[in-house]
């Protein structure tokens, strides 16, 4: 039977795609694969990790790391290496995945859209979330890969203040999404969060749903589609989470 097989932020983490990949018995050109984004940054090799990924014949959706590389790739593309290392800024770890990918990987990240519909799973996968106040037409695409909480005032924010996006989501459709490593798994009535921190020394997540199923609404049979694989070490220190980092 085909499946799809959806999985968590990467960040890096090359090996244990791999690794979940082999877990899942993924079977290239049935199964479908579908990466909830940042695949980038953090993680050991970025390179790796895109590679693997476009290798498996993965689908995925923009996140906000794939998207810093990506800014200085497009002032690359335009004006030369020199110029977008003086005038766009990069972190350290945003520096170095720059350096680990190839040219076919930055044209693959920037092929990325910012939401799948899979309409016969009635599912939505996107990086970070979306904002339940408005249609899924008129998101703003920023939002699409930073949101983490709604605040006090209904209003969408990057940070963990207010509540998780995802418990305010009243569906109909049911959102797969990633970005959240700080609130980690997540198992909403309408929202399914699968970013386990694998960069972080966690583990790295999947969703696994047969041809045409939809993510079930009962969480112990939800669980029971889950598949994870353990990070083979600590990668990177937890920050806060509360940043646009
Ligand atoms: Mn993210």
Sequence with gaps: MARTIIVGDVH????????????????????????????VARGPDSGLAVRRARDAGALAVRGNHDEKVLVWWRAATAHGKGVADRKIKLSDRHRT???????????????????????SHNLIVVHAGIDPRAPLDEQDPAMLMNIRSIDEHSRPTRTLDGLAWAKVWGGPAHVVFGHDAR??????AFATGL???CCYGRELTSLVLDDDEEVPLDIAQRKKRLVTVPARAVHCPMGDGNGPE
């Excluded at 680990?100 to 990240?109: K, N, P, T």
């Excluded at 092929?111 to 309409?119: I, K, Q, W």
Aim: charged share 25%; proline share 2%.
């Design 183 to 188: 609130r980690g798994l997540q198992l909403e």
């Design 195 to 197: 970013d386990t921190g």
């Design 12 to 39: 890096g983490c090359g090996d244990e795609l791999g690794d979940l990949l082999d877990t899942t018995r993924y079977a290239q050109g049935s199964d479908r694969l579908i990466l909830v984004g940042d695949l």
């Design 97 to 119: 995945a720059v350096g680990q990918l190839a040219e076919e990987d930055f044209r693959w990240l920037a092929s990325l859209p910012l939401v799948r519909s899979l309409a």
